[in-house]
């Protein structure tokens, strides 16, 4: 992997110049020894970031390392965001706060905010890697469809999506997540896609514990990006097929329906549903997987849960079929960051995704978009706890 030098270089540097400031600042506040702090957070940065470019510079050759490479990468990340981002900060205001022609009182403001901030970053992504990554959420939801059988009427769809297994050191939360699914008493589980972030070595110490999932009509599930090795650019294409057929297996062997532009029929009476699952439908640069037509072939009239992880493919190929009325995704996490603020959300995600996170409606059309149990890229959730969704369908007359 290249890796261009100039831009940690001028990022330690400048770090330097930042801490240096602090160090004086605290120095001079009566901190006898600030500057000692300001040195010690600079030492940690720099070694972050090298850390942070060594793991990126080396690939492991065998598949199996790849995961814990993967997990270490994520956690230098993590370092170097805890140390700098709110020493960034300060020094953003601070230096806004040293203009001259501003008011005395409105650069004294400026720099009180800039303090302000940085502890508040810092606590947040502090609480934002430690707890909240472990602590699941279940979102329940009701939905209302004239087209649904009336035997139906009440069916409990539990959604879970994105685990990214290999971001987890053991097998303790995903166990805490699998109690919960099933203290929810589902009727069916679906999980759409995204079981590992690399291949399927890091789905394996997690077998046994993935297939205690228990719900009265059956676990089903998709791939998703991820879970097709596409990142794994060492391979060929015929070692990434293995990992994939390999990945497949082992999902069928827990007990899971893998769908993959395939669908099941689940029967209550004289009446029944289709769950849909098409392959991963790719946004640039992703390839296209996904083909609706050929997974709901035969299936005219029928009431349809599809499962797709990229919500993508909801706008862009389902909206407007009247035998789409509820589409699960995944695959955004949004972003791993969230801002809940009197009661309206936002996230990063939703500068390339339209639909992040939650129900969105379109005429009797709905989308879920779940934000996922795991996470990719640094081990850190801020204001989005991982999510398991319990979807419950009622018949309207």
Not at 16 to 21: A, E, L, N, P, S
Not at 319 to 346: C, Y
Request: charged share 15%; hydrophobic share 45%; aromatic share 12%.
């Amino acid at each position: 992997m290249r890796i261009f030098w100039l831009p940690f270089v001028a990022f330690i540097l400048l770090g330097f110049v930042i801490d240096w400031i602090i160090g004086r600042k605290l120095k001079k506040s009566g901190l006898r020894w600030g500057h000692v702090l300001a040195g010690l957070n600079h030492t940690v940065s720099i070694a972050a970031v090298v850390m942070l470019v060594m793991a990126l510079w080396s690939q492991p050759q065998d598949k199996a390392e790849f995961a814990s490479h993967f997990a270490t990468t994520a956690g230098c990340l993590l370092v170097f965001l805890i140390v700098n981002v709110p020493k960034f900060l300060w020094a953003i205001f601070y230096g806004l706060g040293s203009i001259r022609f501003l008011r005395k009182d409105f650069k004294i403001l400026l720099k009180a905010a800039g303090a302000g901030l940085a502890v508040v970053s810092l606590v947040t992504l502090l609480v934002g890697s430690i707890v909240t990554p472990y602590k699941s959420n279940v979102t329940r939801v009701d939905l209302n469809y004239s087209n649904l059988p009336a035997q139906f009427d009440g069916y409990r769809i539990v959604h879970i999506s994105d685990a990214h297994l290999g971001n987890f050191d053991d097998t303790v939360f995903v166990s805490q997540c699998v109690d919960s699914i099933n203290a929810l008493a589902p009727d069916v589980v679906c999980f759409t896609g995204d079981l590992v972030s690399m291949t399927v070595e890091e789905a394996k110490p997690f077998a046994n514990v993935l297939k205690r999932i228990k719900a009265r009509d059956g676990v089903y599930s998709i791939l998703g990006n991820h879970d097709y090795a596409e990142y794994m650019r060492m391979l060929t294409p015929e070692q990434k097929a293995a990992d994939v057929k390999e990945l497949c297996d082992l999902q069928c062997g827990i007990g899971w329906t893998l769908l993959d532009n395939t669908s099941a029929t689940v029967k209550r009476g004289n009446d029944s549903i289709a769950i849909v699952g098409t392959a991963n439908y790719g946004d640039p640069p992703f390839p296209v997987y996904g083909d609706y037509a050929k997974a709901t072939a035969g299936l005219d009239g029928v009431f349809k849960v599809h499962m797709q992880h990229n919500p993508y493919m909801w706008r862009k190929a389902l909206v407007g079929k009247e035998d789409a009325p509820l589409t699960l995704s995944g695959h955004t996490h949004a972003m791993q960051f969230v801002i809940n603020l009197f009661g309206n959300r936002w996230s990063p995600s939703s500068w390339r995704y339209p639909e992040w996170g939650g129900l969105y409606e379109e005429g009797d059309q709905a989308l879920y978009v779940n934000t996922g149990l795991g996470m990719v890229g640094p081990p850190l959730r801020v204001g989005v706890p991982p999510e398991i969704t319990l979807i419950t369908l009622h018949h309207k007359n």
